[in-house]
Every structure is written in C-alpha cells, then in structure tokens.
C-alpha cells in the first residue's frame, strides 16, 4: 500500500512517499481505508527518531485517522465493511490502509467530511481528557488554555465553552489567532508576543483565580501559571515546547493554594484507557459535533505526497488548527 | 471555662493556664467538654502568629478532641447530652470545652480511651485524606511515607496496610522510630541519617516504582521523590518541613511519567468538605479502631497545664506518635 516512509539517509529525516506492506486485523480489530489523516507534533519527534512508537504499534507515523471499513477481524461487532469510522491511532495512520480496535473507532457523523473528521481525534480526545479527565473542570470554572490556536487549543476552547460552560481565556503569538480564538469562543486571547499573559488576566479577571490551566509550553510559564491559579487550582501540562527546566520553584504554593499539578500523554496509554476516554467523548460530545457546535478547525490541507510540506509549516508554529493529510 | 492561653509578652509565644468563656453551640452543634485534646504542629505555628485561625473559628488552639456531649444546638438529631465524640476541630480544642457541627463529630467507638479516641481525628482523617482522597491509592500499590513516626505517618502505615493493602516503605530519623513503623506494618524503614532513602527504596523494590508518595518535607527530597515515582505515580504533600525552595526542577519527568503533584491541607477546608471526610472515614474505617486492628499512637499524655513541654517535645522532633493534652 502506499505510506510514507522516512528517509534519513539525508542530512535530516524526511518523509517520502514509498511503499508498505497492508496490515492486517487482528481480533476486534478494523481494517480501515484512510481517507485523511492529520499532522501531530508527535509525528514530527517522531521522525526525528525521537519518539519511539510504543510496542505493537505500527512502525509508520500518523496518530489519527477517519477513513471507511475494508475488512473486519475476528469479533467486531460494532461496524462493516463500508461504514465510515475515525480515531486515535498508536501509529500507522501515514498510509493508505490502517486497523483500529473496533471500540477505539467512533463514527463519522454525516455532517462531517473525512478531511473534518480526521482533524478531530487527537485534538478533541486530548483536550477533552485534560478538561475533564485531568483537570475535573466544572461548570462556571476560569479555565486558561495556553497555545491556544493549535489543534489541542482550539478544541479545547469549544470543549470549555460549548459544553462545559466555562469562562476561557487563551494565549495566542498573533493577531490572527487571537481573532480565530475568540471567534470560537475564548472571552479573552492575550498575544504573548505584546502583553504578559499574567498581568493581562490577573487585570482583566481580578482577582485573578483560575481553576485550571493546560499548558503545552512548559518551563518560562511555571511561575506565572502557579501565581495565576486560586484555591484548588489545577495546571494541566501536555508537552514541554518552551523546555521543561526550571530555575527556582517555591513548592509552598502548592500547599498553600491546594494546588495539583499533572503532566499527561494520550499516545503511551493502555488500551484500556484509550477505549474508556474514546467512548467518553464520544458518548458526551458527538451530538454537539454533528451540530457542528465543535468544530474541528483545519488549517490547510496536503496530498499524502507533499506531507513534508505539512510539517515545515507545524514546525515553524504558522499553522493555526489542524493540518491533514490525504490522497493516500 | 479553663483554657490554654497564647502569652506573647516574654522573648516567644508560651501558653499559659488561664480562662476564656464557654462558647455557645450553634445550629446543629454540640457543646462538648473536651477529655483529650492532641498537638499539632499547626498549633505551633499559630502560637508563633504564623498561622491565623480560619474565619470564624475559635481564637484558642487545639485542631481535634474527644469528650462527652454536654448540650445540644438546634436541630442537633445525632446526639443526645451523654454521649462520647471526637472529632475535628478549626480551633478551640485547648479549653475545657468546644463545640462541633455533629457531623463533624464521630462516637467514640466503646473500646478507646479519650486519650486514644484525641489522638485519631488529625492524623487519621489526614492520612485517609492523603492516600485515598487525594493520593487515590489502590490496593497493591507502593506507598512511601515520609516522617513515617509522626502521628500522620503512623496513622498512614496502618490504613495503608490494614485498609487498603498496600506495600509501604517509611523514612525516619532513629532507629527506635523505624522499629515504631516497622511494628505498625510497614514493610521497610529508612533511617535518613544512615541511608539514602532514594537508593535504599530503589535498591529493595528495583525497579522502583512507587505509586504515591506522602511528603511532609519538601524541597530537600523532591528531586529523589520525582525519581523514584514510578508511570502514574502520585506525590501528596502535607507540609514543607525541610522548606519549599526547590533549585533546578526538571518538569520532564512528569509528563513522561504522568505523575501528579499535589498540595493539601485540611484546616482551611470548607465545612462540607470536612464533613464528607469525617463521614467516610468513618464508614469504611470504625470497625478496624473499634478492633485494635487501627491504633493511634500516643507519644505522651501531658496535663494540660504542662503544654508547653508537650509542644518543645514536638518542636525537637522527639516525639514518635502523637503527644495528648488532659484534665482541662
């Protein structure tokens, strides 16, 4: 089948287009035809040989994936061949052909192109574990969503707002991501490039008290995210973009405030785990998606073969939402 | 009423015999004349001006009690004048008597002394608080406690062995200490003054991976409390004892451990909160302190009128259990 392979005979590892043998499912497995895929940060480590994909997992990049059923494997109950499904994926997604446990794949509401449906799992599922899962949002609360135009940020905006009913601020690095923030929903977007997010929301929210901050930045926010969190507080991390050193932390915060703070991933989860979450969002947001009151914001999208394309744009933050890949 | 008084002329804060009036129980209080009371190192810090009494709470010391029902507020249904509590207290424990909201109020199970049933609330609503409210440990799990003598610590090892079936591993600072824990269940003692506690834990349950860690020091063992966490692992703190201040903290390791950090105290809870609490671990742990199978570790019982003594045995870190004020 075709897949993109990576080559790093090169002075750095880069994808080409290339041929792989079709997997095959195995019990309460689906054969799935990719119809799109979409471009995640990890699938840049990834190919960097920096991320090692977890055991079983297909050797191919590609995190997520909506396409239509080719075959079934022994057990499945839930689809058949033709049916339109879309998920997380351990791996693989980078192909013409991929399998997915029966139960981790949802179905593609009718509303939904397979180019929207395929910018959604990664995205959605992560946000909605970090709200809701990690950060036991509830209703009412401030929420502070650092990154806030990227695909993890944009769904968590419309999580926040559309179904949880929070007040939702965000950091953005532009005029026009802050403008896309707010068009779905944020009550404020703080460019970080002009303002210091701190004081911007400690002034605009005084006194300032958030009750939960997702935050794939890291290490230059530690202070000021823990200075911004009131009583009970949560901070939610997702990824170390800005390094995960920090110089001087006063722990005493934590205890003072009631503070707790958790790192997560999605990708190295049990299966388990990835069912439960899966079936959770699924049970609690498809109507809202099919409403189209979340949307899964797209900023471009590529042929399989002009993937390197996808990635530059990632890798130098231009994108604003998902990129997605088809064609395969 | 007799009441313990925070004299603030000499060189530091002592407490002296004195008398305050009796206060006057609320709606759904109980006025109790106190039997016991107990130490805690909150009462320190109160005493020293460094910690204010929650709103609303008496101004005297003394976090906990237990005592006899001496009259009812309105709408009390639980109790009847007559009846033996304990419980926690905001304040007010250091006096002849206090009040309680009745649900925070437990019955002293027929097997306790006063002097036992004092020494259960604070230690014992702290550690079930810490392993399963916050920690949310389960059974099979590792379990290290640090100031395992302490009265939390020696309340921890037990519901964490007789309730909950985990494995548990202690730090303290003697050898009597450690023989203390290792009595009550734990599985293995670390003298800090003689072994690293990081390499003695990872040596013994290689490859380390505790699940939660119930940290009263801080800074000094952040570092080798990260490590020796293990995928999922919990860090609980319920005090800085060793100070706050960490230099050079690598966030990484909770992102690729998915650890959780968290800081809690159980003062400044909300009523409701403490109550929840109460009630919980009363229904799920009565039965094992009514049997013996959960025993307070008492220290020392000191007359009121010699506190004092009691709190410099506390503030030297002499004590191993908790140390018991009587005879208001």
């Given at each position: 089948m075709n897949a993109l392979?990576?080559?790093?005979?090169?002075?750095?590892?880069?994808?080409v287009p290339g041929e792989h043998p079709d997997p095959v499912p195995g019990k309460r497995e689906l054969l799935v035809g990719v119809k799109a895929t979409a471009v995640n940060r990890a699938d840049l480590a990834q190919k960097a040989g920096k991320y090692p994909p977890p055991e079983g997992a297909s050797p191919l990049l590609g995190l997520e994936m909506s396409g239509v059923v080719e075959q079934t494997g022994r057990g499945v109950t839930r689809y058949r061949p033709g049916d339109r499904v879309f998920g997380l994926l351990p791996g693989g997604g980078y192909a013409a052909r991929c399998v997915i446990h029966e139960e981790m794949a949802m179905p593609v509401p009718k509303e939904l192109t397979f180019e929207q449906a395929a910018a959604v799992p990664e995205a959605f599922l992560t946000a909605w574990q970090a709200l809701t899962w990690l950060g036991e949002v509830v209703e009412g609360e401030r929420v502070l969503i650092h990154a806030g135009a990227s695909g993890v940020g944009t769904a968590a905006i419309q999580l926040a707002k559309q179904r949880l009913g929070c007040t939702v601020a965000v950091t953005v690095g532009s005029v026009e991501k802050a403008d896309l923030c707010r068009k779905?929903?944020?009550?404020?977007?703080?460019?970080?490039?002009?303002e210091d997010f701190r004081e911007a929301v400690a002034g605009a929210w005084s006194p300032?008290?958030?009750?939960?901050?997702?935050?794939?930045?890291?290490?230059?926010?530690?202070?000021?995210?823990?200075?911004?969190?009131?009583?009970?507080?949560?901070?939610?991390?997702l990824a170390f973009m800005g390094g995960s050193g920090v110089?001087?932390?006063?722990?005493?915060?934590?205890?003072?405030?009631?503070?707790?703070?958790?790192?997560?991933?999605?990708?190295?989860?049990?299966?388990?785990?990835?069912i439960a979450l899966t079936q959770d969002f699924q049970a609690k947001n498809m109507d809202l998606l099919a409403e189209g009151r979340l949307q899964p914001v797209i900023d471009s999208v590529f042929d399989w073969t002009e993937a390197e394309k996808a990635h530059q744009r990632m890798e130098q933050n231009l994108s604003?939402?998902?990129?997605?890949?088809?064609?395969?």
């Open positions: 392979i990576v080559d790093t005979a090169g002075e750095r590892p880069i994808m779905l929903g944020a009550d404020m977007a703080v460019n970080y490039r002009h300032a008290g958030i009750d939960l901050i997702i935050d794939p930045v890291g290490a230059p926010y530690w202070e000021r995210n823990i200075d911004l969190l009131g009583l009970d507080g949560r901070l939610v991390y110089d001087q932390v006063r722990l005493s915060n934590l205890l003072r405030k009631r503070l707790t703070v958790c790192g997560s991933t999605l990708r190295n989860r049990s299966l388990a785990y990835k604003a939402g998902k990129l997605v890949l088809e064609g395969f």
